[in-house]
């Protein structure tokens, strides 16, 4: 038995498709594709997938993830190609690695999420909304009212939030914000935060978030950091001060 992570994009309008239907799709396109999947054992056997955090419905992302077990393959190169074979457009698998029996599941090893966040055309302010998050993102506190199982409670923000950058000529900010099982910061409170700070309205459908990838937990002579879950690049690592 081999076990996979793979990588893959969510774009265009297979966006408004909710984490349900996709993980339906991908069980039928593994059936389509001929990857001899592990299935559990039991009365209901069923293909074994785990997915990291889900994506909102309407996010588009670059860096969604997925694990699956195989019976037996030719290469992870080769289970790539035949599931790229068999793909709608919107969905591509990008990157694809073989896991060890130490690795953990995609789900448990997400650590934090990096976003870009622009303002879809039609919404675009007329104020300089970059400036003004800038300005948000130096408090020395970010209050928010999070929805949890119990009810609602009111959280600091800010210790979620590792990194930001901005890019006023191409209208985007980047942020790399938690997603952990203790502590996950989905944009959308942030945006709602900020919006509420500068007494502005926000519409509906207003701001395009887009996620560039899932990163996890590493510590290496004494010093953490992220990186993302499949890269060979040592700049994308994000040491964390703790």
């Not at 966040?117 to 300089?128: A, G, H, L, Q, V």
């Not at 207003?206 to 890269?231: C, Q, S, W």
């Amino acid at each position: 038995m081999n076990k996979l992570r793979l990588k893959f994009s969510k774009n265009g309008p297979i966006k408004f498709i909710g984490h349900l239907d996709v993980m339906r799709y991908f069980q039928k396109a593994i059936r389509r594709a001929e990857v001899d999947i592990k299935y559990s054992e039991g009365f209901s056997p069923h293909q074994i997938i785990s997915f990291a955090q889900p994506l909102s419905v309407g996010a588009t992302s670059d860096g969604e993830y997925m694990d699956i077990s195989v019976n037996s393959m030719i290469s992870a190169e080769d289970i790539m190609n035949r599931l790229n074979s068999v793909m709608n457009e919107g969905i591509e698998i990008i990157a694809i690695r073989e896991l060890s029996d130490n690795d953990e599941k995609a789900m448990t090893a997400a650590y934090a999420a990096k976003y870009r966040i622009s303002f879809r055309e039609k919404f675009m302010p007329t104020y300089d909304w970059i400036e003004k998050f800038r300005e948000y993102l130096a408090l020395d506190k970010l209050p928010a009212m999070k929805k949890t199982k119990k009810g609602e409670k009111e959280i600091d923000m800010k210790p979620l939030i590792f990194d930001f950058s901005f890019n006023k000529e191409e209208g985007y900010i980047e942020l790399l914000l938690s997603m952990s099982s203790s502590a996950t910061l989905k944009p959308a409170l942030l945006l709602q935060g900020f919006f509420d700070h500068i007494k502005e309205e926000l519409a509906p459908h207003a701001m395009a978030i887009h996620r560039l990838d899932i990163y996890r937990y590493v510590e290496n002579d004494g010093k953490p950091y992220i990186e993302p879950f499949i890269t060979d690049d040592i700049q994308k690592r994000f040491y964390l001060n703790v």
